[in-house]
């Protein structure tokens, strides 16, 4: 261990750390804790939309405020819905993906000894402990938590008297999401400071791991992106309690009586929701995508496929997807010639995006792939981007998205896309670093059921919600059935719902796997994956300040070769060899060229 | 073709110079501070942008009605730009190794940003007494939002301020080596900055 760092005690080491790793992992374990809620939350759902008017009374002893005689109450499905979404995409995957990995990995990637401020860094996930409880805690004051979809659009989040959820729930949710919001940015400076200041002798930005490089991205739109949000908050917080009408127009009507608000507009409120909302997709997906480009390199013992235009893609989709946020609204009444704009724009995306897909793929290209958990995980992630990327196109064109908005074809696109592929790329995550994590191995056998328990059931699943919506099921009905146009297609509702329920299982092999590997798996060595990042290089798992001596790089991350040897790697702190120079003429030599600077 | 055996060498480009040394440390001397502070800026820049745009859509709205702001806010605005002069004179005189010439001009801005605070209070205060509160019009709601959430980082900019000011009375600072006392500084004027701004869109729109 390194003399920077006494040894401390129970408290300081596990619990107010300052550590990265210690901070990552407690990410990670938070991210769990409240995904367990949200996926909870998705099963009672599914139960609700496949069998709308049966009785659970089983729940109903479990549930008793959410279930009236056996039946659930429409007003908790509204909040389960919301709840669902917000815990979903702001308390899972956001932690787990960007604040857990990020953490976890930043520093070992560029040879640093911790973030560039610990004590933030601690700050920050401390932020995000009394954030989770408030979100949960909204459950159990008067009328249950939000009920406003996870997108909060007023005048429903802005009135209290508008739903049963819209009143101290709502309120809840406003405060927790403000914590996250503050605990996010501090997160991102953190992540920006330390990719930007704190890499090791050598670690130029063309030698960044791609996990880095999409975090770094990630970090950029998040500074950027999350305060117009934070914004909005505010001016709703404004409005539900201080008189304000910065979003509730005149005439509005609740239970028979006029309100006095005038002038206001919530159309504002779903332009500065989405100028966040869209490129927080990106700020989601990206990191899955570093992850599956770091793992497919490692598995397959070739170094990623062109690396450069991976890097600029990356600062393209940043940049075109902090102006395409419209997409989301194109039936809000806009100008169609705007809507116009929206649709170029957002079909301009797939551009880069395409590259970046096309890479990935391109990387798998004579490789020796070794199906690993975390490889199959990767593979997925790749085969769900194409999947639900092609949705995508049919949503961001104005003229097909009026059919689509709204329908269970926006459902079934987005569940893949900020579903799961970035599902799979936590797990693809979990089961590669694992072993820096904790200094065991994860159960491979547990961790292929667990893959192919989850992939079949959640493509299945999420393609059919496609042909839902083809055939005009709207989203977010309490009882499908009680429209007779969408009765026919209760089967498919029913169907959806039994895959779903598999994967829901499926996750908990992984959740019981991961308790069990953190004790009892098989221990690890420094490099069980032969990998040439500089994380590999520090002891599983590192100490505290991570390398006795500091790393110098000399090269890129990912030189791999496949010129006879499937073990060939060279890490990045391997000193040059002038005495190799010949070696520039093989093929191997020209990829590592395209993977240094 | 040549073979390269496994764990060994390649080729590759020679190391490239970097600023951001870091040896055994931890944390090389003020190496973050810099990026670390101008995303913080970039942060707060896009959340005034937000109100920005959210003014200019709200005042399409038929109630929007400009209220003259307290004339309390003028004085305002020079106590905070006496107060940025007096941190820009602190810097200058550490610089010249004028130590306790600092820790006077530093005590001296952050005595004029409380007094900046105490002066945006007055301002609500005069407001009130006319009878013009938070609900009163859009634009008395975005006065009110905005001054609250301007004075909010003021605060936090004072508390650094204060910080640097105890460091400064410490003889912490000297002219090659006062970074922080700089950052702060910098942070400051932004403030005041941001401050011009929104009194011109308080007073525009």
């Known amino acids: 261990m390194s003399h920077d760092y006494p040894p401390q005690g129970f408290i300081r080491k596990y619990v107010f750390s300052t550590d990265h790793k210690v901070i990552g992992i407690q990410y990670i374990l938070t991210a769990f804790v409240m995904g367990l809620v949200a996926v909870g939350l998705s099963v009672l759902i599914r139960l609700q939309v496949a069998w709308p008017a049966h009785q659970w009374p089983l729940l109903e002893a479990l549930l008793p405020n959410a279930y009236e005689s056996g039946v659930l109450k429409p007003e908790f499905y509204l909040s389960m819905v919301t709840m669902h979404g917000t815990i979903m995409v702001f308390f899972v995957i956001s932690l787990a993906l960007v604040s857990g990995f990020g953490n976890l990995i930043i ?65 809840l949710w406003l405060l927790a999401m403000a914590l996250f919001i503050v605990s996010f940015t501090m997160g991102s400076l953190n992540f920006l400071t330390t990719i930007l200041n704190l890499r090791a002798v050598g670690m130029s930005m063309m030698r960044l791991p791609m996990t880095v490089w999409t975090l770094l991205v990630s970090s950029i739109l998040g500074v950027l992106a999350f305060p117009p949000l934070t914004a909005a908050a505010i001016m709703l917080l404004l409005d539900r309690h201080g008189g304000t009408s910065f979003f509730l127009p005149e ?39 570093g992850i599956a480009f770091d793992v497919v390199a490692t598995f397959g013992r070739r170094p990623v496929f062109g690396y450069r235009t991976t890097v600029v893609s990356l600062l393209v989709v940043a940049g075109l997807s902090m102006i395409v946020w419209g997409h989301h609204m194109f039936t809000s009444g806009m100008n169609p010639y705007v809507g116009e704009y929206f649709s170029i724009m957002t079909v301009l995306i797939t551009l880069p995006f395409a590259v970046i897909g096309l890479n990935l793929i391109a990387s798998l290209w004579r490789a020796e792939i070794r199906f690993s958990t975390a490889m199959l995980f990767a593979l997925g992630l790749i085969s769900a981007l194409g999947t639900g990327g092609l949705g995508g196109l049919y949503l961001g064109t104005a003229a097909a998205d009026i059919y689509f908005h709204d329908s269970y074809f926006v459902v079934g696109h987005f569940h893949f896309m900020i579903g799961v592929v970035t599902g799979f790329g936590i797990f693809a995550g979990v089961y590669y670093w694992f072993p820096k994590m904790f200094g065991r191995h994860m159960n491979e056998t547990l961790g292929r059921v667990h893959f192919w328990l989850t992939t079949g059931p959640v493509f299945v699943a999420f393609i059919s919600m496609h042909y839902l919506g083809l055939a005009g099921a709207l989203r977010r009905l309490y009882d499908p059935t009680s429209y007779a146009s969408f009765q026919p297609l209760q089967g498919w509702n029913v169907w959806i719902s039994f895959e779903l329920f598999i994967a829901v299982g499926a996750q908990l092999i992984f959740l019981g796997n991961f308790a069990w590997s953190m004790f009892a798996g098989r221990e690890a060595e420094k490099n069980p994956w032969q990998g040439a990042s500089l994380e590999w290089t520090t002891a599983s798992p590192p100490p505290h300040g991570n390398w006795d001596e500091m790393p110098i790089v000399h090269r890129g991350p990912y030189e791999y070769r496949t010129n006879g040897s499937t073990e060939g790697y060279v890490p990045q702190n391997a000193p040059v060899r002038p005495t190799l120079a010949d070696s520039a003429t093989s093929p191997a030599g020209e990829m590592l060229d395209r993977s240094g600077p | 073709m040549t073979s390269i055996p496994a764990g060994e060498a390649g080729v590759s480009g020679p190391i490239p110079p970097r600023a951001a040394v870091h040896g055994k440390h931890p944390i090389p001397s003020a190496g973050p501070y810099p990026m670390g502070l101008m995303a913080l800026l970039a942060t707060v820049s896009m959340l005034f942008a937000a109100f920005t745009a959210s003014m200019i859509v709200r005042r399409g709205g038929s109630d929007w009605v400009r209220i003259t702001l307290p004339s309390v806010v003028w004085i305002n605005t020079v106590l905070l730009a006496g107060s940025t002069v007096a941190v820009e004179m602190a810097r200058a005189a550490v610089r010249r190794d004028a130590s306790s010439r600092s820790v006077r001009w530093l005590a001296l801005g952050t005595v004029l940003g409380v007094l900046f605070l105490v002066g945006q209070v007055q301002a609500w205060v005069a407001w009130a007494a006319q009878g013009v509160f938070l609900p009163t019009s859009p634009h008395a709601s975005f006065f009110y939002m905005l001054t609250a959430i301007h004075g909010a980082h003021v605060i936090g900019g004072l508390g650094a301020m204060l910080w640097t000011l105890r460091r400064s009375a410490l003889g912490a600072y000297r002219s090659g080596a006062h970074l922080g006392l700089t950052h702060m500084a910098i942070f400051w004027h932004f403030m005041g900055a941001i401050w011009v701004y929104l009194l011109v869109l308080l007073s525009i729109l």
């Open chain 1, 107 to 171: 520093p070992l990637q560029i040879g640093a000894r911790d973030m560039a401020y610990p004590f933030l860094n601690m700050l920050s996930y401390w932020t995000i402990v009394p954030a989770s409880l408030i979100m949960l805690s909204s459950f159990l004051v008067e009328g249950g938590a939000a009920a406003g979809g996870w997108t909060s659009y007023p005048p429903l989040s802005a009135l209290p008297q508008a739903l049963s959820g819209s009143g101290m729930g709502q309120t």
């Open chain 1, 251 to 289: 005439g509005l009507v609740v239970g028979g009586v006029v309100l006095d608000y005038a002038g206001g507009t919530p159309l504002l409120f779903q332009h500065l929701f989405w100028f966040l909302g869209h490129p927080e997709v990106y700020v989601l997906v990206l990191p899955a995508l």
